[in-house]
């Protein structure tokens, strides 16, 4: 009887052991992805914005040496803009060059790592996804740069005729969503280790009770002899 009980309150606190693990992992990725979506969509909107006020004719016809030119002044401007409204970290345009690159045409960035017209970058999956649907394209992994977390995301740039003559790149910043997950991953571990030891109090509590209830139907039967 006593090993039976003890069996039943061991495994009751696997089972919750189990049931909480598995809460917490769903909530946690539930959340996580909400977070996800929301800046994938923040994303999405100022690369569409961005890609709809850019000139393709321009973006065709730049060449390596124009970025003194004003009609590339007058791109990075409206760039710019769209960037500082949308509160993105960089923003930039780019167009086909051969089946393994791209290149950089218009970049907003100033710092020592801006890209000049034709500075090759290397097409991976997502941009390959964007060049062959001819459609918005949002990174599914954040990458870490430079001691901040970033997303991308790419929107294509048509001309009249309706052709894809490049698209536009947009990275935000996301070190805030990281942060959030982080934090609902530890509230989640938290949650869990409560329901574990309230599983682990109950099974004591209970082993107790029927302890106390076996022995007093030892004693009584003992007083019967």
């Known amino acids: 009887m006593k090993i039976k009980f003890n069996g039943l309150i061991i495994s009751f606190v696997v089972f919750v052991t ?27 909107s100022a690369a569409k914005l961005a890609a709809e006020q850019t000139d393709p004719e321009l973006l065709e ?16 401007e409206k760039l ?28 907003t960035d100033d710092s020592s790592g801006h890209e ?22 949002v990174d599914s992994d954040i990458m870490h740069e430079n001691g901040e977390y970033l997303l991308s995301g790419f929107a294509p740039v048509f001309n009249s005729k309706g052709d894809m003559v490049g698209f536009i790149g947009a990275d935000v910043n996301v070190d805030l969503m990281v942060d959030q997950r982080e ?17 682990m109090l109950v099974g004591y509590v209970s082993t107790i009770s029927e302890k106390k209830k076996i022995n007093k139907l030892f004693l009584e039967a003992n007083e019967k002899q």
């Open 183 to 199: 934090q609902y991953l530890s509230l989640f571990v938290v949650i869990g280790l409560i329901g574990i030891s309230v599983a």
């Open 61 to 76: 016809s730049l060449q390596i040496g124009d970025n003194n030119s004003e009609a590339y002044y007058a791109e990075k």
């Open 80 to 107: 710019t803009k769209i960037k500082d409204v949308t509160n993105l970290k960089y923003i930039y345009s780019m167009r086909y060059y051969d089946k393994n690159n791209v290149e950089f045409v218009v970049d």
């Open 18 to 44: 189990i049931i909480m693990t598995l809460y917490s992992a769903i909530c946690y990725q539930v959340i996580g992805n909400l977070l996800f979506s929301s800046q994938s969509d923040r994303l999405i």
């Open 116 to 137: 000049d017209i034709g500075n090759m970058y290397e097409i991976y999956d997502t941009i390959q996804h964007e060049l062959d649907t001819e459609d918005v394209a």
